[in-house]
């Protein structure tokens, strides 16, 4: 089966370019065609007059194991997050919460045109939770890399405590097993990094990623780390490199900053939720300096919404506000034009995430040859009418009400408005009834 999609505005994010009015090809689950028209008798036409096509989203960073706790942290600082929600609330998960959770946290993100999730899973203790996850990843019909990560809680007496428990390579090792092969899931390493680890297991993570030919992400945060010459020991015994990836960056040195760009690792900001709970400001103007971009990531919907048009919109905002008070400071007077442009936000939440994720190759762009990733964006509406510049609408006018039809590897997840092929009553009834029972086994 062919997919002809005609006469919309497409923002290919490729070499391509923009296409006023283009016609796309999809057969099976890839892209065979971009052009200004395209005759194919034998396809199925799709008339897209009156949008705008873009390259499916990624979101390069959510904890989706919270989605049952949406909004229950928006007035939390990161210390409170640690305390309430790693060291309380997550420990009361069963399988079947990380299921539901991830399931409707995955459905969410394809509602709101995301075809592509980094799901950073730390809430894990058990193979049957790590099961549950994917289960829901795959179920939902989404792009997903599953980050195996570890369970943060309190040390009993007597427990060794997370920070000094290295990574279960074996278990990694099982997930890899059953899932090589998936047309859409990766299994990659969520690893805790040095400023959360000792050394021993800083190196002993590392080594394994490296070994697996894995991903390994890290958070790298603001405060005291734990140990304070991790970077360096990791740098000396050659473990760092391309797979390398840094969610936050904050307390990294401009130095440090510049050394891991040229060494090519990537860095992922979740800009709204690191304003938020007190992290920093985000680091994008910093990679910038170097030459390099952030991926973009919600991280939290226990805190925030799961829109990464809001990302990127908030990304931009922040970082174009720094840029404006420096120059002021500087110069004494509003800067003569904006340091950066919509298309620059725009790439943050497609180019570069799949850049982080090692799949440039395959999605984040629309060019012959790709996955078949897009979003059909009604550019009719009343919030977006009329569009002057495609790319300035997407980014600073764009809703979830704008998001029409979502498509991943040539299949439609969403068309006209509505996700296709799910009753989304019993799995919100079952997210609610998760949300109360974590909620109350710890009498919040």
């Known amino acids: 089966m062919r997919t002809l999609i005609k006469g919309a505005t497409i923002i290919t994010m490729d070499a391509l370019g923009d296409l006023p009015q283009g016609d796309i090809l999809v057969a099976g689950d890839t892209l065979t065609d971009i052009a200004p028209s395209i005759h194919a008798d034998d396809a199925q036409v799709v008339d897209a007059s009156g949008f705008i096509i873009i390259p499916g989203l990624i979101n390069a960073h959510m904890h989706t194991w919270q989605t049952a706790l949406r909004g229950l942290a928006a007035n939390w600082t990161l210390l409170e997050y640690f305390q309430k929600m790693h060291a309380g609330l997550a420990t009361v998960f069963e399988p079947q919460d990380l299921h539901i959770a991830t399931l409707v946290g995955a459905l969410n993100q394809l509602n709101c045109g995301t075809t592509t999730l980094a799901d950073w899973c730390h809430n894990n203790p058990t193979p049957e939770h790590n099961d549950a996850a994917i289960a829901g990843l795959l179920e939902s019909g989404i792009r997903a890399a599953f ?36 047309p859409l899931l990766s299994v990659q390493a969520a690893v805790l990094g040095p400023h959360y680890s000792t050394l021993d297991v800083a190196l002993h993570d590392f080594a394994m990623a490296k070994d697996l030919g894995l991903i390994a992400s890290l ?187 979502v498509m991943v590897a040539g299949q439609w997840k969403k068309r006209q408005g509505q996700l296709l092929g799910v009753d989304l009553k019993p799995h919100l009834d079952a997210l609610q009834a998760s949300g109360r029972k974590i909620t109350k086994a710890m009498m919040l």
């Open 219 to 405: 958070h790298q945060g603001g405060g005291p780390a734990r140990t304070p010459d991790g970077w360096e020991q990791l740098e000396a015994a050659g473990l760092l490199g391309e797979h390398i990836n840094i969610v936050h960056g904050h307390a990294l040195s401009d130095a440090q900053l510049k050394r891991f760009c040229d060494l090519g690792m990537s860095f992922s900001a979740a800009a709204e939720n690191e304003m938020t709970q007190g992290h920093g400001h985000p680091i994008t103007g910093r990679l910038r300096a170097f030459g390099k971009a952030p991926s973009l990531g919600v991280d939290l919907e226990s805190v925030i919404s799961g829109d990464m048009l809001t990302q990127a919109r908030v990304a931009l905002g922040m970082q174009r506000s720094l840029d404006n008070f420096a120059f002021r400071e500087a110069h004494g007077s509003i800067p003569p034009t904006s340091t950066i442009t919509t298309r620059e936000a725009l790439s943050w939440v497609t180019v570069e995430g799949a850049r982080m994720l090692k799949q440039s190759h395959r999605i984040g762009s629309l060019a012959a040859g790709k996955q078949a990733d897009l979003v059909l964006i009604r550019a009719t509406d009343l919030n977006m009418q009329p569009v002057h510049d495609p790319v300035n609408s997407v980014v600073m006018q764009t809703s979830l009400a704008n998001i029409d039809s």
């Open 147 to 182: 980050f195996h990560g570890t369970a943060k809680p309190d040390p009993k007496p007597g427990q060794t405590p997370f920070w000094e428990v290295p990574h279960p390579r074996v278990e990694i090792e099982r997930l890899l097993k059953v899932h090589q092969g998936q």
